[in-house]
């Protein structure tokens, strides 16, 4: 027989699904954050707004996760859309 899904679980489960609602991550507890980071991962949804999410945290162990996988913000160069001209 299978065991239930613990309330952690379905909770993590229903954060990676409404991730474009949340707009703070420091105040869930390290152990929670890095279980849901890792869930992210292998979900294939870590994108830059989330990683943000999880960098604002500043919560130690997240940021040596992150730094340890290389994972970095990426920098899009923004190009003036007109120029000015000046005489």
Request: no cysteine.
């Amino acid at each position: 027989m299978r065991n239930p899904p613990t309330l952690l679980s379905l909770t993590i489960d229903s954060a990676l699904i409404n991730f474009s609602t949340i707009s703070d991550l420091s105040f869930v507890p390290e152990h929670i954050l890095l279980e849901l980071f890792v869930r992210t991962l292998k979900a294939g949804k870590l994108n830059e707004k989330i990683l943000k999410l999880f960098v604002a945290t500043g919560k130690e162990e997240i940021l040596s996760v992150i730094e340890s996988l290389n994972i970095q913000h990426i920098l899009v160069p923004v190009l003036p859309t007109r120029k000015l001209f000046r005489h």
